[in-house]
Structures are given as structure tokens and as C-alpha cells.
Nanobody, 116 residues
Framework: QVRLVESGGGLVQAGGSLRLSCAAS????????MGWYRQAPGKERELVAN???????NYADSVKGRFTISRNNAGNTMFLQMNSLNPEDTAVYSC??????????WGQGTQVTVSS
């Protein structure tokens, strides 16, 4: 089992930056993919950025050039650096991981609010 805990959300003005963190614990050796998702009010959850099982990264078109996904060397913490934020980025951001079993785990989410 894997536990994911996000942090770093908050309120920021348009044009500002935030850095989200996702700390993984438990059977982290079984993780083969991790990513960030977001869900805005009244909208479906969408992929923001992820590391695939092949080791590549993907970004939603709406965040390319503004957001950067990264992780520490131990592989137990994932980050999302968000720059040039705009009100359309307002959402609950959640981290997800897929394991080799396969199973999917979600964090509790962190609110990001961008004011205009």
C-alpha cells in the first residue's frame, strides 16, 4: 500500500508561482508511474503532468511551458512547480501513483486558488 500526501497549495495572484509537493510512503518500491491531476469546480478531473512507467514526462497542453514536474533522487517525493499562474489554474490538485500490482492511489488533494 502507498500513502500520498500533498502540500503547498494556497492562494496566489495571477502571474504568481506555487510549488506543490507529494510525499509518498509505504510500498514506494512498487510505484512505476506518478502524476499530478486537477479538478476545477464543475469540471472533470484532468491530467496536469506525469512521469510514465517508461520514465518520460507528459504535460497537459494548457500548462506546457509554465509547469514543471520533478521528483527527488529517492523517488519518494514529487513536485509540481507552477509559474505564470492564471485563474483557469484554480482547482484541487491531487497526486496519483500507479503500482506494479497494478493499483492506483490518490492523495487527499490540495487547493490552488489563483485570483485575478
Amino acid at each position: 500500500q502507498v500513502r500520498l500526501v500533498e502540500s503547498g497549495g494556497g492562494l496566489v495572484q495571477a502571474g504568481g508561482s506555487l510549488r506543490l509537493s507529494c510525499a509518498a510512503s509505504g510500498s514506494i518500491f512498487s510505484i512505476n508511474a506518478m502524476g499530478w491531476y486537477r479538478q476545477a469546480p464543475g469540471k472533470e478531473r484532468e491530467l496536469v503532468a506525469n512521469f510514465t512507467s517508461a520514465g518520460s514526462t507528459n504535460y497537459a497542453d494548457s500548462v506546457k511551458g509554465r509547469f514543471t514536474i520533478s521528483r527527488n533522487n529517492a523517488g519518494n517525493t514529487m513536485f509540481l512547480q507552477m509559474n505564470s499562474l492564471n485563474p483557469e489554474d484554480t482547482a484541487v490538485y491531487s497526486c496519483n501513483c500507479q503500482t506494479i500490482l497494478p493499483r492506483s492511489y490518490w492523495g487527499q488533494g490540495t487547493q490552488v486558488t489563483v485570483s485575478s
